[in-house]
């Protein structure tokens, strides 16, 4: 079984300041894992993934995360905020190997202060 | 770029009402999904399809909840009677490889 759990519901950053967002899961199989953001009444879009191979992916808009095993942590950042980071952000996880489904964490709302 | 759709974008019903929620997946996907968002709480999975029948379901997606791909392209959740708890933010996903691609969500508000 898969589960997630983002740390801090609600995170508020000045604008050019670092961003992360931290995320941890537990799975019985290594995890594939994704951050989602949404942004006010639209649907969920794909910031970055991570499956196998290198540790430290890069998505859109300027998001990274890193795959911690150890740690069984996938933190996304981004080293300058921007206005329209202002959202609401979701980490995934999925077994892998042909299974899909997504269990997610409970969202992390980012609000950007100019 | 092919994106996936749905429709209403909103939905108003009656408690006891039947809706059906319409999704158009990205063409070439095979695995199909629906997922719900009751407003403050995570999303949850409800129900995965594919080869025109259900891979898996959650405990969510009981004998009143039915999926199906009428006409190869559509893809369905109809709620047979529809409970107050059942308003929520209803998302279709196709997938690709290994992710997903969710629709905008249609707004289910049972009254």
């Known amino acids: 079984a898969q589960s997630v759990t983002q740390l801090g519901s609600h995170v508020s950053v000045s604008e050019g300041a670092l961003v992360l967002l931290r995320c941890n899961y537990s799975?019985?199989?290594?995890?594939?894992l994704f951050w989602y953001v949404q942004y006010p009444n639209q649907g969920l879009q794909l910031l970055l993934k991570?499956?196998?191979?290198?540790?430290l992916v890069k998505g859109i808009n300027g998001f990274e995360a890193e795959f911690k095993k150890s740690e069984t942590s996938f933190h996304l950042t981004k080293p300058s905020a921007h206005m329209s980071d202002a959202a609401e952000y979701f980490c995934?996880?999925?077994?892998?190997?042909?299974?899909?489904?997504?269990?997610f964490g409970a969202g992390t709302t980012v609000t950007v202060r100019a | 770029e092919p994106e996936v759709t749905q429709t209403p974008s909103h939905q108003v019903t009656q408690m006891g009402q039947e809706v059906i929620l319409r999704c158009v997946p990205i063409?070439?996907?095979?695995?199909f999904y629906w997922y719900r968002q009751i407003l403050g709480q995570k999303v949850e999975f409800l129900v995965s399809f594919y080869n025109n029948e259900i891979s898996e379901k959650s405990e969510i997606f009981d004998d009143q909840f039915s999926v199906e791909r009428p006409d190869g392209s559509n893809f369905t959740l109809k709620i047979r009677s529809t409970k107050l708890e059942d308003s929520a933010m209803y998302f279709c996903a196709s997938i690709q490889t290994d992710t997903q691609y969710f629709g905008p969500g249609t707004r289910l508000t049972v009254l």
């Open positions: 063409s070439n996907h095979l695995y």
């Open positions: 991570y499956t196998t191979g290198a540790t």
């Open positions: 799975s019985s199989v290594p995890p594939y």
């Open positions: 995934a996880v999925s077994p892998g190997n042909n299974d899909y489904k997504l269990s």
